[in-house]
């Protein structure tokens, strides 16, 4: 049984549950917890990435983070009595990650954990911690990167439980990526204008709850603004707390438009784990507006600079820096061949 609710496990799920269907001895079930909820951020992704639509749907949105996976460990645990699956499979970080893999373990189900091994070192991030525990209670470790590997090593994680199949979010952009359907008029006109533009995405609690920091991060960008538009598709969790006529704002992206709108974008500033990669995977530089990443490897070859978002100045330096030094950038195959999910669906099955 696959657990998820969050945005980019549906696209992780997505290469899986595909690969799945094609191994033998598997029958896949789908829970979604229901932590996104709008339409832009769920419904979408199960449309245009083939996802069927999940067998089972908690409804459980919003909330502290102790209502929200205190509610969802609740709901999780009744499917699972019910349904005794062999295994359970969750991906990454989030709070339906921690419950889904907490429920499965209680009750003696193995869990297998895709996009272990993640490690930025700030406990300070809800996705640190989540992390660091559903990996020392997983069965099955799939790392995406030697970092990654190594990171488990260090905490004394058996050696025998992990297997490096690289990152799923490479399978789907290589996968998805050159696919130009399902793009809407506000993206379709923004290409057409040929001209070039930065793209902006902030989600994450230490950047949009802490009001000073969004402000800083809001003014770079408008100070961005004033040489090149800057789009930024905005995430629910700041909807409210956003007021610019600098910037472009537009609606949160389907997959495949995002991966458009990347592809065209001459620099991405970002907050996101996913979108460090997929501005590399398209070969776009990158800012990250945070203090450390997971993504080291970004980091040590040039395509990405992290600036912890405390001096809007600092982003705007660091943003001219990285438009102009791309002669410095290495190219490596940090993330695997593209078949990561054809490896964990052939674990799963064996
Ligand atoms: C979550 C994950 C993060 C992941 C991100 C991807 C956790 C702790 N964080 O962060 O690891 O990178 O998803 O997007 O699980 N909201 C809506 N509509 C929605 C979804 C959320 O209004 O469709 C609201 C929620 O009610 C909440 C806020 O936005 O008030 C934040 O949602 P939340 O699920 O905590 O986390 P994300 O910021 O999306």
Known sequence: MTILGARPQFIKASMVSRAL????????KVLHTGQHYDPSMSDIFFEELGLEAPQYNLGIGGGTHGQNTGRMIEGIESVLINEKPDWVLVYGDTNSTLAGSLAASKLSIPVAHVE????????????????????????????????????????GIDHSSIRQTGDVMYDAALFFGGQSDGETSQVRDLISEKKPFALATIHRQENTEDIKKLENIIKSLEEIAEGMPVVWPVHPRIRG?????????????????????????????????????????????????????????????????????????????????????????EVGHWYGKGDAADKIASVLSR
């Not at 912890?308 to 438009?323: E, T």
């Open 116 to 155: 272990s091994g993640l490690r930025s070192f700030n406990r300070k991030m809800p996705e640190e911690i989540n992390r660091v525990i559903v990996d020392h209670i997983s069965s099955v470790h799939f790392t995406p990167t030697d970092l990654a590997t190594k990171n488990l090593v260090r905490e």
């Open 21 to 28: 269907k094609t191994v033998g001895h598997t029958q896949e």
């Open 241 to 329: 707390k956003v007021c610019t006529l600098k910037l472009r704002l537009i609606d949160p992206c389907g997959y495949i438009e995002m991966q458009k709108l990347i592809r065209h974008s001459k620099i991405v500033l970002t907050d996101s784990g996913g979108l460090q990669k997929e501005a590399f995977f398209h070969r776009v530089p990158c800012v990250t507006l945070r203090g450390e990443t997971e993504w080291v490897e970004l980091v040590d070859s040039g395509w990405n600079e992290l600036v912890a978002p405390c001096n809007s100045g600092k982003i705007v330096d660091c943003v001219g820096r990285m438009m102009n030094s791309e002669h410095k950038r």
